[in-house]
């Protein structure tokens, strides 16, 4: 039986689970480490995490999602956002291979939803797809023939940093959008939104005119047989997901449009499926 560890590294939490035969059997959780000066209490942090989920089982290999870029052949992570002194390299595949004598594959964490919704999600049905991570930012994955495009830095689908208006297009089209533009955060909007306010409503409406130019971008860029949201704001898709449709009629390429397939992610623990994917 395959047995795999994924690893969902968040500037606030460290997700981990054990996967055997596609099968989520284990999991856990812990703070992210914040107040300290050592770059490597975050790594100790990380070994606590796959030790826990292994429960001293055998495992064939290590995946972990970060949300930074990396070095793919090496597993160097480079500026890692929201994680203490992180922001110079990390050589973390070399440290995490030396203390468990397994493979590490490390990845970007949009990279990683892509790559879970291939083998996990709707993705099992498309051989091109692009996975938008749509929560504080706007990240993507995309996925050609049935696997992570080949890039050479790590950064194709970061579309949330495409100019837009007088921003990038994330500033518009993430959770950030309540903030930057309502001085609101993103729950307490939602949650007016569901108690039917009329500027929280008007809010999600206009987010949705902005993630319908985000999916325009994508098409335009790399033409995918589909786009699979996730994320935090993709989970509250019934409250714009109308104005979205509505303003994707008004693409220059109709033809094109009407055969894209738009889906909104399913997966529970998509983080950790993610980076178990690397493995594969």
């Known amino acids: 039986m395959a047995t795999y560890i994924g690893i969902d590294l968040g500037g606030t939490q460290i997700r981990g689970g054990r996967i055997v035969d596609e099968t989520l059997v284990a999991q856990t959780r812990r703070q992210t480490p914040r107040n300290t000066k050592d770059e490597y209490a975050v790594i100790d942090a990380i070994k606590e995490v796959v030790e826990t989920v292994t429960e001293g089982q055998p495992v064939e290999a290590i995946g972990i999602g970060v949300p930074g870029m990396v070095d793919r052949a090496q597993g160097i992570v480079y500026h890692v956002m929201n994680i203490p002194h992180w922001e110079e390299k990390v050589e973390l595949k070399k440290i995490l291979e030396e203390t468990y004598r397994v493979p590490v ?49 790590c950064g194709s689908g970061e579309f949330g940093m495409l100019p837009y208006k007088d921003q990038v297009l994330e500033y518009y089209a993430s959770g950030s959008f309540f903030k930057n533009v309502y001085g609101a955060d993103g729950k307490e909007m ?67 449009m009407e055969r894209l397939q738009l889906f909104f992610s399913k997966l529970e623990h998509p ?10």
Do not use: W
């Open 190 to 256: 939602y949650q007016r939104a569901c108690d039917r306010d009329a500027e929280a409503l008007q809010a999600y409406r206009e987010l949705g005119k902005h993630l319908a130019e985000a999916v325009m971008m994508v098409v335009l860029t790399i033409d995918p047989q589909m786009i699979v949201f996730g994320g935090s704001v993709a989970e509250a898709h019934e409250l714009y997901e109308e104005s979205m449709y509505a303003h994707l009629k008004t693409f220059a390429y109709s033809h094109s």
């Open 105 to 153: 594959y490390i990845d970007n964490d949009a990279n990683c939803f892509a790559l879970g919704e291939r083998h996990f999600g709707v993705g099992r049905d498309f051989e091109h797809f692009v996975g938008l991570t749509v929560g504080t930012g706007l990240g993507g994955g995309i996925i050609q023939q049935g696997r992570l495009l080949s890039d050479a830095n």
């Open 271 to 280: 983080g950790i499926l993610g980076a178990a994917s690397l493995c594969y």
